[in-house]
């Protein structure tokens, strides 16, 4: 929360703004002034130094302007004080005085009525073009404003400002994510994008170009539950302090699939000045793909693990820390050698097929939950090959709700079977002989990880839960360990299906 001061008094004419503005907040005072010039406002013909507090921290954007302009003008007259005590305000100012919309509004305003905060403002005043976001958060302290004079009218008491709208929510487009009918065949692959939807467990892909990966993975966010209010708030709150979400309230899991030359500020965030959130931030509670990860560079890639692992980011400047969550569902898809034509057409060199893939390191390929080899050959027409998306997220919104209910029972809040934390898993739904024996014995012949085993258990809870099981038995393990192990075939994976 950024305090604003104006000192008028004695001196050459003239504005200075003091407390780390950016080359934004310093070229507001033109703004300003052309805008109070412009709409008939007064302006002190005198000094006027602005203070911007707390003053060690660096202050980003143009949003400064309405609540500047706003303490300069009231510093003329006693009836403004009691209202911009207790206000926030946000706009930038356009030269004739509208106010223009803001990003990252909707950060703002949660922290406005951050909890704990007795000594936050009774009321917030947004720029009307901001009205859908603020209207999302259904709250009546939000009033909103198209110009400078009309805010100022309010501020002294002599005028009106409407309440941010109520929300339209639901009234998002149907069908916004494309349909899994439109797959023919590929039977494997559908079930296994169901087991990951019910379980919310990490997908990798391989096989040849036109194997369907692409058209996979974008119909995972259309099988995903509804999101919760809450979750539309978190995302949106997400991508309007990313500058993406162009004022409109993100209704619908977020499918983010950047270009695989991304760099690391790109995917995980940061950067120079306020650090930004990064495509594992856009993609919170939604899907993250990314294509063509042979081409990602290696230390790209790795700067998943924490994300991936603790479900945010930190960024650390020196001063303080900015947290954005990042909870998704990671899918990555490659071809399986760098001629994609995999198996007995390949025409790669054995170096350049042992390299291939080599930038996915070991411990982030041991995170991924799912392997699934695409085939060409497989998308044959079958019969469950229209089923719709609808119908596959009935059955994974049953098998959610089952796996909910079982982790409430033990205490635990999780969301998905992928996220119950391991000793809860082993401690308090110990699996049955048969699996432990099993488990243990893969172990030792190091075929799989301590992780690879409780990511395993994981899985084959999802398998369970989706054939309405109360628990896991040595056939749901044995799918689980078809689901996982298909990458130990390596390059070339597409072939052999
Ligand atoms: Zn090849």
């Known amino acids: 929360m950024v305090t604003v001061e104006a000192n008028v008094g004695p001196g050459l ?11 934004a907040v310093k070229e507001s005072r ?4 052309t805008a109070l010039a412009n709409t008939a406002m007064p302006w002190p013909r005198t000094k006027i130094m602005v203070s911007l507090s707390p003053a060690h921290l660096p202050k980003a954007g143009s949003h400064f302007d309405l609540p500047i302009a706003l303490t300069v003008v009231g510093s003329l007259d006693p009836r403004a004080q009691a209202r911009l005590k207790r206000t926030m305000f946000m706009g930038e100012l356009a030269l004739d005085g509208t106010l223009r919309r803001v990003e990252g509004i909707l950060p703002m305003l949660l922290r406005s009525r951050a909890p704990g905060g007795d000594d936050g403002p009774d009321t917030v005043v947004v720029p009307r073009a901001n009205a859908a976001e603020a209207a999302l958060l259904g709250r009546g302290d939000i009033l909103v404003a198209g110009t400078l004079p009309e805010v100022w009218r309010w501020v002294v008491g002599e005028g009106h400002l409407d309440p941010a709208p109520a929300a339209s929510r639901g009234g998002a487009p149907a069908g916004a994510a494309p349909d899994f009918a439109d797959i023919a065949g590929q039977l494997l692959e559908r079930d296994a994008m169901e087991i990951a939807a019910a379980g919310g467990h990490h997908v990798m892909m391989v096989g040849p170009p036109g194997s369907g990966k692409s058209m996979l993975a974008e119909r995972l966010p259309g099988i995903l539950p509804e999101m919760s209010v809450g979750e539309q708030i978190e995302t949106t709150a997400l991508h309007s302090a990313a500058g993406i979400s162009r004022g409109h309230i993100v209704a619908h899991r977020p499918f983010i699939a950047p270009h695989p030359s991304l ?9 120079s000045g306020v650090p930004q959130p990064g495509a594992v931030s856009q993609a919170h509670n939604g899907v993250l793909f990314l294509d063509e990860a042979s081409e990602i560079a290696a230390g790209v890639l790795d700067s998943l693990r924490i994300p991936l ?5 930190v960024h650390r400047r020196s001063r303080r820390e900015v947290i954005y969550p990042a909870h998704f569902q990671l899918i990555l898809a490659a071809n399986p050698c760098p001629c994609g034509s995999a198996g007995e057409r390949c025409s790669c060199q054995p170096g350049q097929r042992a390299r291939h893939l080599a ?12 392997f699934i080899p695409t085939t060409a050959q497989s998308a ?6 229209s089923e719709s998306s609808a119908e596959i997220a009935q059955r994974v919104a049953a098998a959610r709700d089952r796996a909910q209910h079982r982790w409430a029972r033990a205490g635990v809040s999780a969301a998905v079977n992928a996220r119950v934390s391991s000793t809860v898993l082993r401690r308090d739904f110990p699996p049955d002989e048969e699996t432990v024996i099993t488990l243990q014995g893969l172990l030792k012949d ?52």
């Open 446 to 497: 190091g075929e799989l990880t301590q992780r690879g085993v409780d990511k395993v258990l994981k899985l084959a809870w999802t398998v369970a839960d989706l054939a309405g099981e109360d628990q896991p038995r040595i056939d749901h393990l044995d799918r689980a360990l078809a689901l996982r192990a298909s990458h130990m075939v390596g390059a070339g994976a597409g072939a052999v299906a």
């Open 13 to 23: 004419p003239g504005m200075h703004i003091v407390g780390l503005g950016d080359a």
């Open 380 to 385: 044959v027409v079958s019969p469950r090959g």
């Open 30 to 33: 033109d703004r300003i002034r």
């Open 309 to 313: 692992e603790t479900g945010r980011v």
């Open 359 to 370: 930038n996915i390191s070991g411990p982030l390929r041991d995170r991924m939950d799912i």
């Open 263 to 271: 760099t690391r500020v790109e995917l995980i965030g940061g950067g």
